[in-house]
């Protein structure tokens, strides 16, 4: 199995793109940690992984939140004896204009997606030091790598700070055994596009600007995910690996 032995921690494990890593992760022997703020659907996936034989423990986390961040650390570490892996997942997305665009938006989403990723990486460090070393998994996007009309300010400056944040923080860490990366999903199958994908106009842009004209469904970022996570990826940090269909090879 690809995570043997290893314990890791999912941020917005709860549905769409995190809870299938969270339930890969776990048929590869990874002991997993959902983190999110949905505790209803976070404890459905956590019960679905215990009860198909492999180990998952659902927390309640707000990745905006440094005391949700230290105590589900800490709470990892007591249950599972350690830390090795994290996926900064945890992400909301939005649409329009820079023009139209409100501050208390703008700091929403940077909280989420940016600042999450940073809170997040700050509090695994010291335990995934502690374990000898780590790998941390940041999820940004296409539009953290390249400009879109259709995307909206927020969400291309959210997910770029994520892109270079994970490459300081691999340089940074490169001597504590712990690497960094970072995954750029195109357009995916989950909750978070259901009413782009139902909007026929959207729907047909989107699938237009697809080299591969189709979403991905979530298990096809979930493995690219597992690569990095595993130690099959272990002279791999500072990276990016776009899943796509090919949307950032034009
Ligand atoms: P999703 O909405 O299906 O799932 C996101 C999860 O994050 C949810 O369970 C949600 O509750 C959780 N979350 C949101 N805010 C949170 C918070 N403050 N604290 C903890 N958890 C929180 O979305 P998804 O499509 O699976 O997206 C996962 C990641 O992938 C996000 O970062 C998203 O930006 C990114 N992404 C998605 C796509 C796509 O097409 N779906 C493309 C590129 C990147």
Known sequence: MRLEG?????????????????RLFAQEGAKVVIGDVREDEGRQV???????????????????????????????????????VLVNNAGI?????????????????????????????????????????????????????????????????????VRLLTKTTALQHADDGIRCNSVHPGPIATPLTEASRNDPERNRVMLERTPMGRYAEPIE????????????????????LAIDGGWTAQ
């Open 93 to 161: 997305g939005g649409g329009g204009r820079l023009e139209h665009t409100a501050l208390e938006d703008w700091d929403r989403m940077m909280d989420i997606n940016a600042k999450g990723v940073f809170l997040g990486t700050k509090t695994a460090i010291p335990a995934m030091r502690e374990a000898g070393g780590g790998s941390i998994v940041n999820i940004s996007s296409i539009w953290g790598m390249v400009g879109a009309e259709m995307s909206s300010p927020m969400y291309q400056a959210s997910k770029g700070a």
């Open 46 to 84: 956590e019960a679905q992984i215990n009860e198909a034989g492999g180990e998952a423990l659902f927390l309640k986390l707000d990745v905006t939140s440094e005391a949700d961040w230290e105590s589900v650390v800490a709470s990892t570490v007591s249950r599972f004896g350690k830390l090795d």
């Open 221 to 240: 970022v979930a493995y690219g995910v597992l690569y990095l996570a595993s130690d099959e990826a272990s002279y791999v940090t500072g990276s990016e």
């Open 6 to 22: 290893k314990v890791a921690l999912i941020s917005g494990g709860a549905r769409g793109m995190g809870a299938a890593e969270a």
